[in-house]
């Protein structure tokens, strides 16, 4: 893989994976736990899964853009958001979990 390879597998799979990780845990609690509009069940689910497919895609971008050789900056910007990543779904399943033992 190139350099620019992995400057492209950065630049699409960065936001590709970060925003819908960021919209998750706001989709699941708005629209699916506590539905606030008509049909938000079914809009819900159907936002989790898009999040869920641009999501895996995003990060299938971000970790072959991490292991390939030779080792360069972009190598390293995306092990960060991959740890970026790392950190959202720990504080995600950490909300929806403690939210499991409220309800």
Not at 40 to 52: N, P, S
């Amino acid at each position: 893989m190139t350099a620019q390879e992995r400057e492209r597998a950065f630049l699409i799979g960065a936001p590709l994976a970060i925003i819908p990780a960021l919209g998750f845990l706001p989709a699941v609690v708005l629209l699916i736990v506590f539905p606030r509009v008509a049909h938000g069940r079914l809009i819900g689910t159907l936002v989790v899964t898009g999040c869920g497919l641009v999501g895996s895609f995003g990060l299938w971008k971000l970790a072959l853009g991490a292991v390939q050789k030779p080792w360069g900056i972009f190598n390293v910007l995306n092990v960060g958001a991959l740890l970026v990543l790392l950190v959202i779904a720990g504080y995600t399943g950490l909300f929806l979990a403690l939210m499991t033992l409220k309800l």
